[in-house]
Each structure stands twice: as C-alpha cells, then as structure tokens.
C-alpha cells in the first residue's frame, strides 16, 4: 500500500521528549503526525458498530498506530484499541498489543519461560498462607514487583520471613510477583526496533537504592554488543512478539538472565550515551512495514 502522505498517530500520555523525537522524524520523512494522549480517546460501542474517537473523529483516518507508553491502569482498554485497528486493517506498533496480549510481569516470566530464556525464579501466589511456600524456594533477600509496573516503581526487597509476613500481597491496584534477587551491580538494556539489535547500555545500581532504572537517575554507559546479548535480546523480544523493547539482561557469574522486556521503552539516556537515535529506526521500521502490507 503507497499513499504520497502517511499519517500517523503516536498514541502515550502527555508530550514528552520521546514523542518529540518520533515527530521530528515522521516529519523528516515527510509524512504526518499526530499526538494523541489516550487520556482524550473515546471509545464507543453502538448498534452503528464499534468506534474510537479522537476529537469528535474516527481514528480510523490515520494510517499508522505507534503506542508509545505501557498505559498502566489503562493497559486492557489499550488492547480493545489495538485489535480494534487491526480489525481495520491498520499498521500498529506494537501490534502484538491488539493479538493476543495478557498486560503483567507474571505473563512475561511464563512467555520467556516457554521459550527456554533464563529468568530468576519468580513466584506469584494469591493467598497469605502460601507466603511460606515463597521463602521456602527463594532465598532472602525477596524482590517484590507489581505485575503491571515500570520505572522502577514499586519494585522492592524483602529482607526476611517477618518482612514477607507483613507484606501485603493483593492490594487494590497492584498485585505482586516475588523473585529471586540476582546479586548486581549494573544491569544491561538493549535495544531493539523490528529484527534489528540497535545497541545496549550499562545501567548501573545506584548507591542507595538496589534499582537501576535509568529514569530513577542511575549512572548509565555505552556497551558494546556481544552475539551473547543480540541472540538473547532477539529471542526475548521474539517471545513476546513485540517490535520496539528494551531488554534487561543480568550477568551473574557468567550466567545472563533476562530481568524483563520492555515495550514503548524510554531512550534519553540510551540516545545520549550511544548516539543511536532509536527514533530514526522506528518510523524507518514504520514506513516499511506500512508499505509492505
Ligand atoms: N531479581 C532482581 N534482582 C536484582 N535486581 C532486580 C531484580 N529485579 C529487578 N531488579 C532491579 O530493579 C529494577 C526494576 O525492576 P524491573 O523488573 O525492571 O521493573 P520495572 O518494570 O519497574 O522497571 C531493575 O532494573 C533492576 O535494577
Ligand atoms: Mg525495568
């Protein structure tokens, strides 16, 4: 499919640094873009059929869907949008969003699992009785994580039985997931648009916190590629089938692990210490994809 001008439509939240970068590019390549906080969709669902609304119209007009944040509390609703372009023939990305997609970290582990990636032993259990059950299979200290979390948020240690005893494990909002702490002091992103293995980042564990994330202000270095990493970052993100991530890969003694996968990942700090501007890829990536359907 040609069209002389392609319009897109970057779905996230507000207009940031990231949605600037993929903009200037769209623009660059000569076609048209358009910010759309998810926060002004409307979803509408009548004997007329089934529509989303962006300013009183169909986003039906544009041509291309690039999902640019994890939507958090709105994750779900951002899957019915997904499959609800795809239904309509549109070019999403990540299109897995609108397939088949189960929002949580707990979905993440057993995707990985099912593919023979390494990943630290994770648990999920969903009553207090079963807490014993976790520290008889992980050693402390215990990691807690959201299942829909990012950024660091959330993610937290326990340090012992009395700890976990106390901790509550179905909250309104989040449940949690517990995992075996892998003993780091950097972690590992790479990063990947389509097949291709951009680079990858050293994201060092701040002195006071055990976390790295980069938006939490972790001290972060250009690494250089190995096939070790390319194989697994393309495996992980195979996994999950998207087409813009970021993978976590922990070294512990030799052994790499996969932390997590990130979708609509972040990339000041990657862009800065790299050079890559993962911006350019994507609507490359975009553009193609849209063309070849
Ligand atoms: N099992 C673990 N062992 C050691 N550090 C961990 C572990 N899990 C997470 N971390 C640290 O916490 C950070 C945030 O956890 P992560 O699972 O990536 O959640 P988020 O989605 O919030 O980024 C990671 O980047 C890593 O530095
Ligand atoms: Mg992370």
């Known amino acids: 499919m040609n069209k002389e001008r392609i319009s897109f439509a970057l779905i996230g939240g507000k207009r940031g640094e990231h949605i600037e970068d993929l903009i200037l590019e769209i623009e660059k390549s000569g076609n048209l873009a358009t910010h759309i906080n998810i926060k002004d969709l409307i979803l509408i669902s009548s004997k007329e059929g089934f529509d989303v609304l962006y300013q009183g119209k169909s986003i039906l007009e544009f041509d291309v869907f690039i999902l640019r944040s994890a939507f958090r509390s709105l994750k779900n609703e951002m899957c019915i949008v997904a499959n609800f372009l795809l239904k309509n023939n549109k070019t999403v990305i990540d299109q897995v969003i609108g397939e088949n997609y189960i929002a949580g970290k707990m979905y993440e582990s057993y995707l990985l699992s099912q593919s023979g990636v390494a990943t630290p032993l994770t648990m999920q259990i969903f009553a207090d009785e079963n807490k014993i059950k976790i520290s008889e299979k ?34 309104e909002k989040d449940k949690f997931i517990f995992q075996e702490y892998i003993s780091i002091s950097y972690d590992i992103r790479v990063f990947v648009v389509g097949n291709k293995v951009l680079g990858a980042m050293k994201r060092f564990v701040r ?17 250089e590629l190995t096939d070790s990493l390319i194989n697994l970052a393309l495996k992980s993100v195979q996994a999950y089938g998207y087409e813009v991530a970021g993978v976590d890969i922990v070294n512990e003694g030799g052994k790499e692990y996969v932390l997590e996968v990130n979708n609509a990942p972040q990339w000041s700090a990657f862009k800065r210490v790299t050079g890559i501007n993962p911006a350019d890829e994507i609507i490359k990536y975009a553009i193609n994809k849209y063309n070849n359907k």
């Open 138 to 171: 992980i050693n402390f200290p215990i990691i807690a994580k959201p299942i829909v979390g990012s950024k660091g948020r959330g993610v937290q240690k326990i340090e012992n039985q009395t700890e976990l005893n106390n901790f509550v494990i179905l909250e």
């Open 207 to 223: 002195e006071d916190d055990f976390r790295s994330n980069a938006s939490l202000g972790s001290k972060v270095e250009k690494m």
